[in-house]
């Protein structure tokens, strides 16, 4: 059996069989049929093709052709990985998303913010598979996805190898960790953008269209066009993290916009996922303002984060834990969350799930204390997955945030 697939069966196979699993061709209400408001087609540069070719050759979906001299490359990749994603399908989706649905109300925005959050455009459309915009935030810049245009078949397998080995993390232990995006900041081919693809097919979802934006000061997002592009080859995206390799492309390639709709289904309404390479900390929202500013102009949103190094519980992230106090109704995470203390302040419930006896990794101790107070108070809600981080025990936890009842008759 393939090495990384055994792994996936020991740690999921037994407690996700022991749960109420929903059958297969579980009914999942579609998204709204009003069309998420996308970049205008100019001035930027469109990489649809370019993403279709990535699509098939790294997520093993889709109908692009393979150019012939590549045809065993991505085969003997597929072979592979295609295992690792139907077992993530068939024995994580089904449970964890009938699971996570059912604690979301109605009325929900289907705008979702999930910082911290990587390449996992996964998790957020298997914790709110009817969003009709979600934007990740992280500290990794998306990167060049020409760099598949008459690629050679040793670094494509040099690159699929890097891929398979790192995007497995995230299939088998639903978090990817930083040496994960370290890695895949360069390298044959850019690892968020794969990251991406990947959640789309996993979800059975298509890219339509790939372009690159910038956010202006007022936090509008404004399209790179082909001229810009040119013009800004020579200027090398920084590293957000002093520790990480620097990046081997060009800062146009930082902030991505992805069209994606029901495979197969041409008349399907488009959605869209936005990642934007940015520093969340107090220090870099005073640095890079358009950022808050950009996500403050999504209005109100559903939210989540989970393996998120407990940044939220740091007074160095204040201004993005209050950003998401004041404009989401809802949050699902891990306990890298934001401490309950500051959500009931802002007039939120919070509910538990799961297990926990202390932070995985080292936190600051006056939340880790909020923390395990609000699962020692409450009963244990049995929790059959792992979402994020497990607890310094390896306990699965989970963490709910929503609006108070009479708040929320308020505001709706």
């Known amino acids: 059996m393939n090495p990384a697939l055994a792994l996936f069966s020991l740690l999921f196979a037994a407690p996700l069989l022991s749960a109420q699993t929903a059958p297969a061709n579980r009914a999942v209400v579609a998204p709204s049929v009003v069309p998420a408001q996308s970049l205008a087609p100019a001035p930027a540069r469109n990489f649809d093709k370019e993403v279709r070719l990535m699509f098939r050759m790294v997520a093993c979906a889709g109908a692009e052709p393979v150019p012939t001299a590549l045809q065993a490359v991505v085969a003997a990749h597929c072979e592979a990985f295609q295992p690792i994603i139907n077992n993530y399908k068939t024995k994580y989706l089904p449970t964890a998303q009938t699971f996570l649905t059912s604690l979301q109300p109605k009325g929900l925005s289907e705008t979702v913010v999930y910082p911290f959050g990587g390449g996992d455009l996964l998790s957020a ?207 699902l995470s891990d306990s890298t969350g934001i401490p309950p203390q500051y959500s009931r302040a802002a007039g939120f419930d919070v509910v538990a799930y799961g297990k926990y006896t202390g932070p995985f990794l080292a936190a600051p101790s006056a939340a880790a204390k909020d923390m395990l107070d609000l699962y020692t108070a409450q009963p244990e809600n049995v929790l059959k997955f792992r979402y994020g981080y497990p607890d310094n025990n390896h306990h699965d936890h989970l963490m709910v945030v929503r609006k108070a009842e009479k708040q929320r008759a308020l505001t709706h």
């Open 125 to 331: 459309l298997t914790t709110y598979p009817n969003l009709r915009e979600v934007t990740t935030l992280s500290l990794e810049h998306v990167g060049d996805p020409r760099v598949i245009d008459g690629i050679s078949a040793k670094n494509l397998e040099l690159g699929l190898q890097k891929v398979r080995r790192r995007v497995s993390g995230l299939l088998i232990w639903t978090e990817s960790t930083s040496e994960n995006m370290i890695q895949l900041e360069v390298g044959e081919i850019p690892g968020q953008l794969a990251f991406f693809l990947v959640g789309l097919a996993v979800h059975d979802q298509e890219p339509v269209g790939l372009r690159f934006f910038d956010i202006a000061p007022d936090g509008s997002v404004q399209g790179i066009s082909a001229q810009q592009i040119e013009a800004r080859k020579k200027n090398v995206a920084s590293k957000l993290n002093r520790v990480w390799k620097a990046p081997s492309f060009s800062d146009a390639f930082s902030n991505s916009e992805i069209t994606f709709r029901k495979a197969g289904d041409p008349k399907a309404s488009l959605r869209i996922h936005r990642h934007i390479a940015a520093d969340l900390s107090n220090v870099g929202f005073k640095k890079d303002p358009e950022v808050l500013k950009y996500l403050q102009s999504r209005g109100q949103i559903s939210a989540m984060t989970k393996a998120a190094s407990y940044l939220l519980w740091s007074s160095d992230f204040s201004a993005i834990r209050n950003y998401l106090l004041g404009s989401m109704d809802f949050m």
